[in-house]
């Protein structure tokens, strides 16, 4: 962690005015938030051109200035953007960062900019922006991960394998099916993320400390000025509601979560005991004493790694939880947790998308999985009540013909419609055909199931939409 420069005097300081001699150097240390809210520089320069131009157009300032402040806050944006721009380790904060190079640029003007405005509103206007920047980034990523996985099932549209309840083999279902359902996952983490930014959408400069300003600004300017749907009605909750981070990061949280279950699928498969798929060795790392191993450990280190979401995100609800209206220090300590989740799922989701790229599905392997008997057992219950049987009459009569099967080490396919017959009166010589993974998914007829024609009409609408 930088810190600042032993025994800064306070006069110094934004807020220096009241205060003499030196602040204690463990309290410098403590209290700066430099070496983590410089994430924020852009958005305070974009947030305080809007303020400056507002500043201007009412009066509050001189246009002359007004427009010194704005040319020099560009001049900052460029150097930013350009990656020229390194924060000062001795600024106590990204704001008085800026404030500082500011002056040096433009002089006497930069005096003025923070009129009407508290380091409360700014900073949580900063941090709206910052979020908005990287909510909208982080559903870009989404698509990205979602159109991998659709070109993984398309291309693989016609495998069929294993489903599975308790960890125990159930069903069949084609491959296609089950990516599909990672990206219905998917979807519901960008609602949630879109839901979040319409709440994030707010401005709140201009709400000062607390109280607002006696002087005649215009916080609408301020608000179409900066792309926002909304402005802060009440000046308390602009500046001590930190909702919004809240909900972004369990938002990010759901979203990790979904991810970790993605890997588990795929850590499963690639296991000698199932060998459904390999994966690319870009992704994967061996062993230091056991030279056959290729070890999934990208998936595992976002298995494991999805884990610190909801951990900052219960971090977020303890820090706010106790504190009084309105803004307090403690808050502070917001942005360690945001500007974690938010670098890790985007980090996560990009290599996510480039993971799916390199898996290969091993279709031999699979086509001698599925065709055990006892994945058919619903489509010879579903047979019987086609012929009329009750459902738990049904449900009964293939328990017991199972059971019976598997105990005396036979197959139904082999019984002789005489025997089955013994079963339950309604079997015919072509119930046997059920027996079959192709039949049985062609033969799911109700919306949302595994029928090839219901998913390939999904995977061509997912297309479409996420083109």
Not at 107 to 121: I, M, V, Y
Not at 226 to 234: E, V
Not at 306 to 326: C, D, I, N, Q
Request: aromatic share 6%; proline share 3%.
């Amino acid at each position: 962690m930088d810190h600042p420069p032993k025994g800064e005097i306070m006069a110094s300081k934004l807020w220096g005015s009241r205060f003499t001699g030196n602040l204690s150097q463990l309290a410098e240390k403590f209290t700066y938030s430099i070496s983590y809210d410089s994430k924020l520089a852009l958005y305070d320069c974009v947030a305080s051109i809007a303020h400056a131009e507002m500043l201007g157009s009412q009066g509050i300032i001189h246009k002359k200035d007004a427009s010194a402040i704005v040319r020099g806050l560009n001049q900052l944006i460029n150097d930013i953007e350009a990656g020229r721009f390194q924060h000062d380790p001795a600024a106590e904060d990204i704001h008085s960062d800026i404030q500082s190079r500011l002056k040096k640029l433009i002089g006497k003007p930069a005096d003025c900019l923070h009129t009407a405005r508290s380091r409360n509103d700014q900073v949580v206007t900063d941090v709206r922006l910052y979020c908005l920047n990287h909510l909208e980034n982080i559903q870009a990523l989404l698509d990205g991960m979602q159109i991998a996985i659709v070109k993984f099932a398309d291309k693989n549209a016609d495998v069929i394998i294993p489903a599975y309840t308790h960890l125990q083999s159930a069903q069949v279902v084609l491959l296609a099916h089950q990516m599909l359902a990672y990206v219905e996952m998917l979807e519901r983490d960008k609602g949630r993320l879109e839901d979040a930014a319409r709440r994030t959408s707010m401005n709140t400069l201009g709400a000062c400390a607390l109280s607002g300003t006696t002087l005649q600004t215009d916080r609408e300017f301020v608000t179409k000025r900066l792309g926002l749907l909304s402005t802060a009605a009440n000046s308390m909750d602009a500046v001590s509601d930190r909702d919004f981070l809240v909900e972004i990061v369990s938002a990010i949280a759901i979203t990790g979560m979904h991810l970790s279950r993605i890997c588990e699928d795929l850590i499963i498969w690639v296991t000698s005991e199932f060998d459904f798929i390999s994966l690319d060795d870009a992704f994967c790392t061996g062993s230091s004493i056991m030279p056959h191993k290729k070890n999934p450990d990208v998936l595992e280190l976002v298995r494991g790694t999805s884990a610190r979401f909801p951990g900052r995100l219960m971090e977020l609800l303890v820090l706010m939880k106790g504190l009084p209206l309105t803004y307090n220090r403690d808050m502070q300590m917001d942005k360690p947790a945001l500007f974690d989740c938010v670098d890790t799922i985007e980090d996560m989701l990009a290599l996510m998308a480039e993971l799916f790229g390199g898996i290969t599905v091993k279709k031999d392997v699979l086509a001698a999985r599925v065709t055990a008997e006892h994945f058919f057992s619903v489509d010879i219950l579903d047979y019987l009540v086609r012929k009329g049987a009750t459902y738990r009459d049904a449900h009964d009569t293939v328990g017991v013909m199972v059971k019976e099967c598997l105990d005396r080490g036979k197959k139904i396919a082999d019984l002789p419609v005489e025997q089955l017959k013994k079963y339950s009166s309604l079997f015919e010589a072509d119930v046997k055909y059920l027996l079959n993974p192709e039949v049985s998914i062609k033969g799911k007829k109700s919306f949302g199931s595994t029928n090839p024609l219901m998913v390939r009409a999904q995977i061509n609408i997912w297309k479409k939409r996420l083109k």
